[in-house]
C-alpha cells in the first residue's frame, strides 16, 4: 500500500518550497515531486495539449508551460479540463514511487503544492513551507516578473498559507533569510529522526 511512510510536503507559491526541498535532500531526505512529475507527464503527453488547447501551447514536442499557465489562471473551463486529464496520471505515477520509497520503511517527502486544496492523498502528516502573503507577493513579484494584480490573482487560486500552516503537522518558516530557512528545515529532520 502506498504512502505508508509519507509526509506531504505543500507551502504556496514562492514561499520557498523548491529551496527548502533542496536543502532537505541534502539533509538526507528522499523526495517525490509532484511538479516534476507533471512537467514530465505535460511534455509526454504534448499532442493532448496542442490538440485541446490550439498548437500555440507547445513547441517542438515541449509544453511552453508559462504560456499556458497563464490561460490555465484566467480560464476555469480550461483549468478543469487540464486537470481531469493530468490529475489521474500524476496520482498513479506519485503512487507507483510512494511504493518504491515505502520499502526504504523511513519517512520521505511528496511534495504536493496543492495537497490541502485536492485532497487527494491519503497521507496523514504533512509540513508546510511557510512564508506571510506579503512576503509571498513581493518574492513572486521579483522572482516571475508578473505584476502585482497577476501575482496576487496566482497566489489567491491557491489556500491561504495561514491556513495551510494551521492543518499541517509541523511547519518551516522561511519568513526570513536563507540561513534560517536551512536552520529550520534541520530541525525538521531531527523531528522526523526522533519520531521514526
Not at 503527453?45 to 511552453?64: C, H, M, P, R
Not at 487540464?82 to 496520482?91: G, T, V
Not at 511504493?99 to 490541502?116: A, G, H, S, T
Request: aromatic share 10%; proline share 3%.
Amino acid at each position: 500500500m502506498a504512502f505508508k511512510f509519507a509526509i506531504a510536503l505543500t507551502g504556496g507559491i514562492a514561499t520557498g518550497k523548491s529551496t527548502a526541498v533542496s536543502l532537505l535532500r541534502l539533509s538526507g531526505l528522499r523526495v517525490i515531486d509532484a511538479d516534476e512529475i507533471a512537467h514530465r507527464l505535460l511534455d509526454e503527453n504534448s499532442g493532448w495539449i496542442a490538440q485541446t488547447f490550439g498548437d500555440t501551447y507547445v513547441e517542438k514536442s515541449k509544453v511552453l508551460r508559462n504560456r499556458l499557465g497563464k490561460l490555465i489562471f484566467s480560464d476555469n473551463a480550461a483549468k478543469s479540463k487540464l486537470e481531469a486529464f493530468l490529475h489521474p496520471k500524476i496520482r498513479k505515477a506519485i503512487e507507483e514511487e510512494s511504493e518504491r520509497q515505502d520499502k526504504f520503511k523511513f519517512p520521505y517527502l511528496v511534495d504536493i503544492p496543492l495537497f490541502f486544496e485536492n485532497g487527494a492523498y491519503p497521507i496523514k502528516n504533512s509540513v508546510t513551507v511557510y512564508a506571510p502573503k506579503e512576503i509571498q507577493l513581493q518574492r513572486f513579484i521579483k522572482r516571475d516578473g508578473f505584476d502585482e494584480a497577476e501575482a496576487l490573482r496566482r497566489i489567491e487560486s491557491q489556500m491561504d498559507i495561514e491556513e495551510k500552516k494551521r492543518r499541517s503537522t509541523w511547519v518551516i518558516d522561511n519568513s526570513k533569510d536563507l540561513r534560517h530557512l536551512q536552520t529550520e528545515c534541520e530541525d525538521f529532520v531531527e523531528k522526523i529522526k526522533e519520531q521514526f
